[in-house]
C-alpha cells in the first residue's frame, strides 16, 4: 500500500517559515514526480511545486515561486516543500502526491496523494 504521509504544517504568522515534509512508503520518491498542491476554502485546487525524477523542479503562481523550493532526500524517501514569507493568500490545505507520468502541474496527472496538512498563516 503507498502511503504519503504528510507532517510540518500548524500555524505561523505572517513573514514566517514553515517546511512541510512528505515521507513516502511504497514508492521511491525518485522513481515518480512529486509534487505539491494545495486549496484553500472555497478555492480550486492549485498547483504549487513539483520535482521530476531526474530532480527538476516546477512551480506554480509567480506568487509561489520565490517564495517557496521543492526538495528530496532520496534516503529519506522524502520531499519537503520550504515555505518563506509567508501570506495570509498562502493559508490552505497543502497535499502532498506522486505521478507515474503525465503533466505535473495537472492534479489529473497524480496517482497518488497523502491526506493534507493545514497551513494557516494569521497573526
Known amino acids: 500500500q503507498v502511503q504519503l504521509i504528510e507532517s510540518g504544517g500548524g500555524l505561523v504568522q505572517p513573514g514566517g517559515s514553515l517546511r512541510l515534509s512528505c515521507e513516502a512508503s511504497?514508492?521511491?520518491?525518485?522513481?515518480?514526480?512529486m509534487g505539491w498542491f494545495r486549496q484553500a476554502n472555497g478555492k480550486d485546487r492549485e498547483f504549487v511545486a513539483s520535482?521530476?525524477?531526474?530532480?527538476?523542479?516546477?512551480y506554480g503562481p509567480s506568487s509561489v515561486k520565490g517564495r517557496f523550493t521543492i526538495s528530496r532526500d532520496i534516503a529519506k524517501n522524502t520531499v519537503y516543500l520550504q515555505m518563506n514569507s509567508l501570506k495570509a493568500e498562502d493559508t490552505a490545505v497543502y497535499s502532498c502526491a506522486a505521478a507515474r507520468a503525465g503533466i505535473s502541474s495537472a492534479s489529473t496527472s497524480y496517482d497518488y496523494w497523502g491526506q493534507g496538512t493545514q497551513v494557516t498563516v494569521s497573526s
Open positions: 520535482i521530476r525524477r531526474s530532480g527538476g523542479n516546477a
Open positions: 511504497g514508492l521511491a520518491v525518485n522513481g515518480y514526480t
